[in-house]
């Protein structure tokens, strides 16, 4: 009979976005279960992995102790051997929990906390404290962050696989594109315009010929103010009067309180807003540069991902982000909640695109030669075989 290994996390995105590759490795030996929302539009399935539906949200809900009750169920009726969480409450829960059967592991991979100040943020960390006192192994997706997370909790460094990264990337499938990055897309937005259309009934890229598109933008992940959003919308009209052959591509759940059709995005000139789109390498392949200018991160799976299709990235300069990128060689630091550091990064790449190509070079050897998913994975799978 295969060991069991339980998996709480409170996101199916996430489950879509970051883990799905180790659920792969993972069930070729294991019986693997995960518990999370499974009533959503994410298609999170993998044939080998058997899901439980708990309906965790987010953020706090009433829903919550009930949902805890459920996993201590879970855990007695699975009995299994390992329990590994990630994202806080799903590691919450597992910490709650670790007086039942199974090893408890949590994984850190960005911490909320990091926006929150007075009593909120105190309680967060509090919260935080209890993952770290009570389960068996705490480990976290860089180095920056492990050395984040020692001082504020005052703990001992949480473990880091090799470089870091929860899964590395798939560089079989994220590989550069052998056509131009305008004409990839040219064949994303005649896909997926339809789908634009309904999001923001203004759709329109204002270029005739596609040879006056210039540097084409892209933001991938959570359409959040923490991902520093507004910065960026504010920062590319005001790159937009300079530079007015750019383009700007928004990719991922709207979580706004406003509807899009309220918030400034919807008035930017040549921007486009996507959902979460299934053929991600698609919309990697159709840009030239990623923008990630959250105020709080993990390892940022979107950076090594654009970097296997050989694209750079602009990040902030905050824990999580710093592992991998480097600035003037394969990306550019900015600050975090500044538009004007933001423009000054659009302004860099469009007026000598010539460095896109460099920087895109380095980033691609990197993501090669330092975060093969294959690797991480296994050696992932290995790490908690011997816990």
């Not at 905050?318 to 302004?347: C, K, M, Q, W, Y």
Request: glycine share 4%.
């Amino acid at each position: 009979m295969k060991k069991r290994i339980l998996v709480i996390v409170n996101s199916p995105l996430f489950v879509v976005q970051h883990i799905r590759p180790i659920l792969d490795v993972l069930s070729r030996t294991r019986e693997v279960f995960v518990v999370t929302n499974c009533k959503t539009s994410y298609r999170i399935k993998v044939s080998s992995v058997r899901y439980i539906h708990s309906p965790i949200a987010r953020s706090p809900a009433l829903l919550d102790f009930l949902c805890l009750l459920h996993v201590c169920f879970i855990r007695v009726l699975l009995r299994p051997e390992i329990s590994l969480s990630f994202t806080p409450k799903g590691g919450l829960f597992n910490a709650l929990t670790a007086w039942l059967p199974g090893k408890t592991i949590h994984y850190f991979t960005g911490q909320r906390w990091i926006t929150f100040t007075g009593f909120k943020r105190r309680f967060y960390i509090f919260l935080d404290r209890i993952i770290v006192g009570l389960c068996r192994l705490v480990l976290c997706d860089s180095f920056s962050q492990s050395s984040y997370l020692s001082s504020v909790l005052s703990c001992a460094p949480p473990l880091v696989i090799l470089n870091g990264s929860i899964s590395g990337v798939d560089c079989r499938k994220f590989t550069p594109s052998s056509i131009a990055s305008v004409s990839e897309l040219m064949i994303l937005l005649d896909k997926y315009t339809p789908l634009i259309k309904r999001i923001s009934h203004d759709f329109e890229i204002g270029f005739r010929d596609v040879n006056d598109i210039g540097v084409i933008f892209a933001f991938i992940g959570r359409i959040h103010p923490d991902k520093g959003i507004n910065e960026l919308v504010e920062a590319f009209a005001v790159h937009s009067l300079r530079y007015s052959s750019s383009v700007l591509l928004v990719v991922g759940p709207w979580e706004f309180d406003c509807d899009i059709q309220a918030h400034p995005i919807s008035s930017l000139p040549n921007c486009v807003v996507l959902p979460f789109v299934s053929d991600i390498v698609q919309v990697y392949r159709s840009i030239d540069c990623l923008l990630l200018p959250s105020y709080r991160e993990g390892f940022g799976s979107v950076v090594i991902e654009a970097a296997a299709c050989r694209k750079p990235s602009i990040v902030t300069r905050i824990p999580g982000l710093t592992d991998f990128v480097e600035h003037n060689v394969n990306g550019l630091f900015i600050e975090p909640r500044s538009s004007s550091a933001i423009v000054d990064s659009l302004d860099f790449f469009a007026h000598a695109p010539g460095l896109l190509v460099e920087f895109g070079r380095a980033a691609r050897a990197k993501a090669l030669s330092h975060y093969s998913s294959e690797i991480v994975c296994n050696e992932f799978s290995d790490l908690i075989e011997a816990v």
